[in-house]
């Protein structure tokens, strides 16, 4: 299966901060990968997919760049409401697989 | 609004079967191109996806639970299910049922989870 990993493992921001997560994936996945927000005690919401397409009713300071096995969440000015832990996902093969995730907390 | 709700036991005996069921509302199971799927969660670490079915009972199961695991579908209840046998404490977790939705972009296929249930913790203990 292919591994994905992420970092930071966690970071603190302030409202209004740019913040960027980084996932790496053990192989090449072409831009097959997408980007999930958890907040606690809810299940995951899907942000993007493919990569780089914004998730229909997702506000657009979410954005993802990448491709091949190096890929980029940007949350442009961080609002309160996305303190929460991000896990991306690798679709590219089976067994789809989910990186470690990266927790978002307030400085 | 496609809506997904899990239900089943949340205390199951070590070596007994863990059996939980996704009801699926706000849109028909039988439509094209979604796989019903589930995903698992231990405390406080990360996601695992289980496998899906597609209405037509075509399934995929993740290599590393496959001797274990069914996942079934009944169409006129617009439900599916999940059965994972022999379980152990490390089976305790958050299990979610999900839609995944696979179609055809213009150069690629997509592929991605849209809708989930709010999850169900399941405990594994004696």
């Known amino acids: 299966a292919i591994q994905m990993t992420q970092s930071p493992s966690s970071l603190s921001a302030s409202v209004g901060d740019r913040v960027t997560i980084t996932c790496r994936a053990s192989?090449?996945?072409?831009?097959?990968l997408g980007w999930y927000q958890q907040k606690p005690g809810k299940a995951p919401k899907l942000l993007i997919y493919a990569a780089s397409s914004l998730q229909s009713g997702v506000p657009s300071r979410f954005s993802g760049s990448g491709s091949g096995t190096d890929f980029t969440l940007t949350i442009s000015s961080l609002q309160p409401e996305d303190f929460a832990t991000y896990y991306c996902l690798q679709d590219y093969n089976y067994p789809f697989t989910f990186g470690p995730g990266t927790k978002v907390d307030i400085k | 609004q496609v809506q997904l709700q899990e239900s089943g036991p949340g205390l199951v005996k070590p070596s007994q079967t863990l059996s939980l069921t996704c009801t699926v509302s706000?849109?028909?199971?039988?439509?094209?191109?979604?796989?019903w799927s589930w995903i698992r969660q231990h405390p406080g670490k990360g996601l695992e996806w289980i496998g899906y079915?597609?209405?037509?009972?075509?399934?995929y199961y993740n290599p590393s639970l496959k001797s274990r695991v069914t996942i079934s579908v009944d169409t006129s209840k617009n439900q599916f299910s999940l059965k994972l046998s022999s379980v152990t404490a490390a089976d305790t977790a958050v299990y979610y049922c999900?839609?995944?939705?696979?179609?055809?972009?213009?150069?690629?296929?997509?592929?991605?989870?849209?809708?989930w249930g709010q999850g169900t913790l399941v405990t594994v203990s004696s």
């Open positions: 192989q090449g996945i072409r831009n097959d």
């Open positions: 079915i597609y209405y037509s009972g075509s399934t």
């Open positions: 999900a839609r995944l939705v696979i179609r055809l972009g213009e150069l690629s296929l997509f592929r991605y989870f849209d809708y």
């Open positions: 706000g849109g028909s199971i039988s439509s094209g191109g979604y796989y």
